[in-house]
């Protein structure tokens, strides 16, 4: 459980989160904290499984029996509903199998794989990519053309319950790693989408590691940690997206020389679009976990140093000191403030990436800086988008007298008030990162030694 004041503010934090959620929700995806009522997205009692292992984290045992109950009782994947491969791997496939790894407790396994074995499908097309949609019910594939990211991030999550049961599982996603590994890149850097008839890169594509593209890098070094740091090709290929990303992508702003990571509409496109992701903040935390992980070519830490500045100023600038969904950033000489907001993209959906960077540059640096940037970024989430019942994304980080959004991401409690706990945690065997290593959901798997 917590031990200090601020691990107790977070905690209660994700309490009203959770209170909301039950009064209103129990059961479905997630709680509309605005009209108290609820929304089914692929019917799988979301916010449930993407829980469960923070309330276990934080010591609430009450709700995480609570949640652990309904699984068992009433988790079914037999639902006539589309889900998104990608999204329901990285929230329930790896809700679960954190779970189960932190508790032992052998029902999350048996569901775990009640799901995998409906999304099997997925790895039967023509191609080497995976399915973008299936139907859980009936196991109707779609293959479409599929995001980068979408298909390099599902290797953590079925390579751990491969581990735990058969290896067919494992096996799936290391074909579509494999594939991945073998197309050309530009210096490391891949193309967004890839073609669902061929398999290969859609050449027009954008390039960045922002949506679409973002945690195709993380697994990379992610995968190679859980395999005990024995495949070189996965470290190799993220050593060369990393050198390919400071040739074409890194730029600072000015008056201050920020460093941002901004986007290219096409891989050989000469002109960087001035602007960063909120999603791209996750770069500055894979980098620190690198770096602590013993991959560092010798810059890499004080990139991840000057990128989470950047973040954390994305948020500090604002009138609600919360980061917009994306900021652009100056680089004329003669400007005079180093970020805009645009309206349609000066929205907030209490994402993690930030704090998330925030706490691995803490657990690297141990520097307390990091600690009271978090915290400011905590207070600011608390003013600005805890209502009555629950949190709520807020339609603009520029007017402090801000319309709210009626949905409360699970993803707030599956990662953001997750990474904020394991922040301010002074004891550092709670989830070491040489033992556990996070899926992109903030779910912690455990790391083998092959
Ligand atoms: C399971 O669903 C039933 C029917 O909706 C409900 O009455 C019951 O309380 C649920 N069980 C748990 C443990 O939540």
Redesign the pocket.
């Known amino acids: 459980g917590p031990q200090n004041e601020q691990q107790r503010a977070v905690v209660e934090a994700f309490q009203h989160a959770w209170s909301a959620y039950c009064k209103y929700a129990w059961?479905h995806d997630e709680l509309k904290p605005i009209s108290h009522g609820w929304q089914e997205w692929m019917g799988v009692g979301l916010t449930i499984v993407d829980s469960l292992d923070t309330m276990w984290i934080m010591g609430l045992k009450d709700e995480f029996r609570a949640g652990r109950?309904?699984v068992a009782?009433?988790l079914t994947f037999d639902k006539d509903s589309e889900a998104q491969l990608f999204e329901i791997v990285i929230r329930e496939l790896g809700g679960l199998m954190s779970a189960y790894h932190l508790t032992q407790d052998k029902i999350f396994l048996l569901k775990a794989v009640k799901l995998a074995d409906r999304l099997m499908p997925c790895f039967g097309g023509n191609t080497a990519i995976p399915c973008r949609m299936v139907n859980l019910r009936t196991g109707r594939t779609h293959f479409q053309d599929i995001s980068t990211a979408e298909s390099g991030t599902l290797q953590l999550e079925f390579r751990s319950l491969g581990r735990a049961t058969d290896d067919k599982y494992e096996k799936a996603v290391e074909a579509v790693s494999d594939h991945l590994h073998r197309l050309k890149k530009t210096d490391g850097l891949v193309p967004t989408f890839l073609s669902g008839t061929s398999g290969q890169f859609r050449s027009s594509s954008t390039v960045s590691f922002g949506a679409s593209a973002d945690s195709y890098y993380e697994y990379l070094i992610k995968q190679w940690i859980q395999t005990g740091k024995k495949n070189v090709w996965m470290r190799d290929d993220y050593l060369e997206s990393i050198e390919g990303m400071k040739k074409h992508l890194l730029k600072h702003t000015k008056p201050s020389n920020l460093a941002f990571v901004g986007s290219m509409f096409s891989p050989n496109a000469r002109s960087v679009r001035n602007e960063m992701e909120h999603l791209t903040c996750f770069l500055p935390g894979t980098l620190a976990l690198g770096h602590m992980a013993g991959v560092d070519p010798g810059d890499h830490l004080e990139l991840a140093k000057q990128l989470t500045k950047t973040c954390y100023e994305m948020y500090r600038r604002m009138p609600t000191g919360l980061s917009p969904e994306v900021a652009q950033m100056n680089t004329d000489p003669h400007a005079t403030e180093d970020l805009r907001v645009l309206h349609g993209t000066d929205y907030n959906l209490q994402r993690p990436e930030t704090v998330e960077s925030i706490f691995y540059l803490y657990r690297a640096t141990k520097d307390p800086m990091y600690r009271d940037w978090g915290w400011k970024i905590f207070e600011a989430f608390e003013k600005y988008t805890r209502v009555e019942e629950g949190y709520a994304s807020i339609d603009s980080v520029q007017r402090t007298a801000t319309g709210y959004r009626d949905k409360m991401e699970t993803f707030y409690l599956a990662e953001t008030l997750k990474y904020l706990y394991l922040l301010f945690s002074d004891d550092d065997n709670l989830l070491p990162l040489d033992k556990w290593v996070f899926n992109t959901e903030a779910h912690p798997l455990p790391v083998y030694s092959r």
């Open positions: 059961g109950d309904w009782a009433n």
